[in-house]
């Protein structure tokens, strides 16, 4: 079943989402199920955060050339000291694009949808992904962490 995505102010976007306690369980194996139909539908979304369809738990599905990633509750565990910067949509945002600066590679350490835990070295792209799906789990969305918008916002 294809999910509403919810729009920027939704306060949920904006909530710390909470951990998951059973991966396994029948209404998070749905959850997965509809948050992927719902970013294929979203040709040009890479990925989705389960509080941008209103559910404030720590699980996000990034998809990159036919690569796909059901991360349960995601952690950074190690970040390059290199940043770069490039232009970043949200399906939440759409429309919308800011340059942001995030690490150019880190590792992340989840649960997969078997209820596995798992490991990723990521860069470039998906390393950018990561890092802005993991950043919707903490109720952190992408337009705080650009350096344009802000001064928009401070003039
Ligand atoms: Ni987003």
Do not use: W
């Not at 190690?78 to 694009?97: H, I, M, N, T």
């Amino acid at each position: 079943m294809k999910l509403k995505i919810r729009k920027y102010p939704d306060p949920v976007l904006s909530q710390k989402a909470a951990k998951i306690k059973d991966p396994l369980n029948k209404e998070v194996q749905e959850l997965i199920e509809n948050m992927t139909e719902t970013l294929h539908a979203n040709k040009n979304g890479v990925g989705l955060a389960a509080p941008q369809v209103g559910v404030s738990v720590r699980l996000c599905i990034i998809e990159l050339e036919d690569i796909r990633y059901i991360l349960i509750n995601p952690k950074i565990t190690a970040k390059s000291r290199q940043k770069e910067v490039c232009d970043e949509g949200c399906l939440s945002f759409p429309g919308e694009f800011y340059p942001v600066s995030r690490y150019s590679e880190v590792q992340v350490r989840y649960t997969d949808e078997k209820g596995q835990p798992a490991k990723v070295k990521t860069q470039g792209l998906l390393a950018r992904a990561m890092q802005h799906e993991i950043d919707h789990l903490d109720g952190i969305l992408f337009i705080s962490k650009t350096k344009k918008l802000q001064k928009i916002l401070n003039r």
